[in-house]
T-cell receptor, first 113, second 114 residues
Framework: DAGVIQSPRHEVTEMGQEVTLRCKPISGHNSLFWYRQTMMRGLELLIYFNNNVPIDDSGMPEDRFSAKMPNASFSTLKIQPSEPRDSAVYFC???????????FGPGTRLLVL | AQSVTQLDSQVPVFEEAPVELRCNYSSSVSVYLFWYVQYPNQGLQLLLKYLSGSTLVKGINGFEAEFNKSQTSFHLRKPSVHISDTAEYFCAVSESGGYQKVTFGTGTKLQVIP
């Protein structure tokens, strides 16, 4: 079984550029989470989708961040414009209905110069 | 609101020695508790979870944890560690109702010394 797939695995960009991170959840999972991991703040929940609908976006830092889930097999997290403080590892996780365990992707390591 | 505290940011231990990684949580309602492990350059994967029932939970790779409601703790233990256990370990809590938003601790880096 394929796990959660994230792309790209690494992204280096310059301040002000648009960055798009992609996630393909495990087939059949109906919940999707985006997290950000930094040394200073640890693992933070950015947004949670259930059945493709955003349920909790209280963790989205500011208007520069946006997330979409156009269908059950794809989600994007976009940062526009990017800033150096956005440098972090971004994880996507999915969860099947009725289960408590989240399944994490390998992450996207973002560096904004 | 729920929270998780992992007091030890790093724990060095010799190979084949026992280890305990500490976790305390705070919540006003019933909770689910989890331990996840993160190997270098990888995502998190579940080690074990407590939902209800027996307070002693056994997980993968020989790890176990004990839920102590009075102490609001969920410490992770292994009787004999291996070099391959070197990783970062995250304790997490979610409320048993609602959409079960998970709050993660800051992580404990376990360094197994040969």
């Amino acid at each position: 079984d394929a796990g959660v797939i994230q792309s790209p695995r690494h992204e280096v960009t310059e301040m002000g550029q648009e960055v798009t991170l992609r996630c393909k959840p495990i087939s059949g999972h109906n919940s999707l989470f985006w997290y950000r991991q930094t040394m200073m703040r640890g693992l933070e929940l950015l947004i949670y989708f259930n059945n493709n609908v955003p349920i909790d976006d209280s963790g989205m830092p500011e208007d520069r961040f946006s997330a979409k889930m156009p269908n059950a097999s794809f989600s994007t997290l976009k940062i526009q414009p990017s800033e150096p403080r956005d440098s972090a590892v971004y994880f996507c996780a999915s969860r099947p209905q009725g289960e408590e365990t989240q399944y994490f992707g390998p992450g996207t390591r973002l560096l904004v110069l | 609101a729920q929270s998780v505290t992992q007091l030890d940011s790093q724990v060095p231990v010799f190979e084949e020695a026992p280890v305990e990684l500490r976790c305390n949580y705070s919540s006003s309602v019933s909770v689910y508790l989890f331990w996840y492990v993160q190997y270098p350059n990888q995502g998190l994967q579940l080690l074990l979870k407590y939902l209800s029932g027996s307070t002693l939970v056994k997980g993968i790779n020989g790890f176990e944890a004990e839920f102590n409601k009075s102490q609001t703790s969920f410490h992770l233990r292994k009787p004999s560690v291996h070099i391959s256990d070197t990783a970062e370990y995250f304790c997490a809590v979610s409320e048993s109702g609602g959409y079960q938003k998970v709050t993660f601790g800051t992580g404990t880096k376990l360094q197994v010394i040969p």
